[in-house]
């Protein structure tokens, strides 16, 4: 008892021991960061035009034209929202099918969806500005890559989807 109250009492509390350790760490930290080790520092290695696809499965909509090329889509990615909003540019929209064995089981027949018609699959293509490091796209902070989950949000819509493609635009 006697040693510890030495060691405290003479030139050193315990908030100013706090204080110390504090700094050291976060010294430590800085210096790990700036080497580089941190993995929170990444290194971009341009900044390219980018079209990314998004894959909307099964939205029950009768507007066939919901989604129109030049118009602005606001996206969020992990419940971030990207802001300023992307451009729309291209749109693909399909009917939504379902596959079943022919009466012989060795084909495939492919039909609407009688039990959802109004149920449509769509492939919407937006495209911005996005920052390359070496782990993939970064746009204004968020990865993307293929197989996020994405919503994106219109005047009429807002709608979940999947990444299915991100390439740079020439």
């Known amino acids: 008892m006697a040693a510890y109250k030495r060691i405290f009492s003479s030139s050193c509390n315990f908030v100013d021991c706090?204080?110390?350790a504090l700094t050291m760490l976060c010294a430590l930290g800085?210096?790990?960061?700036r080497s580089g080790h941190a993995g929170v520092n990444k290194i971009i290695e341009g900044t390219h035009k980018v079209a990314i696809e998004v894959y909307i499965s099964s939205l029950k909509t009768r507007d066939v034209d919901l989604f129109k090329v030049g118009e602005k889509s606001a996206i969020t990615i992990r419940n971030q929202p990207v802001e300023p909003p992307?451009?729309?540019?291209?749109?693909?929209?399909?009917?939504?099918?379902?596959?079943?064995?022919?009466?012989?089981?060795k084909k495939t027949v492919v039909l609407p969806d009688a039990a959802n018609p109004t149920a449509r699959d769509f492939y919407v293509t937006l495209s911005d500005e996005a920052d390359q490091t070496k782990d993939g796209y970064v746009i204004r902070g968020n990865k993307i890559k293929i197989g996020n989950q994405v919503e994106l949000e219109g005047f009429k819509y807002r709608a979940q989807g999947v990444v299915v493609e991100i390439k740079a635009m020439p």
């Open 18 to 20: 706090a204080a110390l």
């Open 30 to 33: 800085f210096l790990t960061a």
């Open 86 to 105: 992307m451009t729309i540019v291209a749109v693909k929209s399909l009917p939504k099918e379902i596959a079943f064995l022919s009466n012989d089981g």
